[in-house]
């Protein structure tokens, strides 16, 4: 085994709702420096080093773990079920990124194109980070929520 700079997105899930949904979470990160897609991929020895890391008290999911129902609550005291999405290889110099989810909803569009054709589109959130950093010494502590200089 190598070891390797594991970069990882912490999140949690609620279900607001009157009813169960299902949950299908997808994840990737992209890269506008190097214009490049990471799909979340499953770094299993890394999870519980993330878990001491974060909380140790708190059990966090792979996106493959986190997938099923998520029941209804509306109890203030219900601290949701927590995820961990994980990516390694990310390109160094990447300044600007971009966390792209689906399957949070199940919400989707049909569009008809001029040739006839349709096209099939998903709900995805986007949310945007950057990195001031460099290359060489890559440090968590600097990567940011947003976008310098825009509106998020």
Partial sequence: MARKLVWYMVYRIRNKDEKARRLIPHFVLYSYDAKKYYPDRLIPVAVPMIVRREDARRKLLNSVEIEGMIQPSDDPLDDGTWGV?????????????????????????????????????????????????DRFDEQEGEIRYGAPGEVD
């Fill in 85 to 133: 999405a994980t990516w390694e290889d990310i390109e160094p110099g990447t300044d600007r990124f971009s966390v792209f989810v689906r399957g949070l909803s199940s919400a989707y569009r049909w569009e008809d194109e001029p040739d006839g054709s349709r096209r099939f589109f998903r709900k995805t959130l986007m949310l945007n980070f950057w990195r001031p950093g």
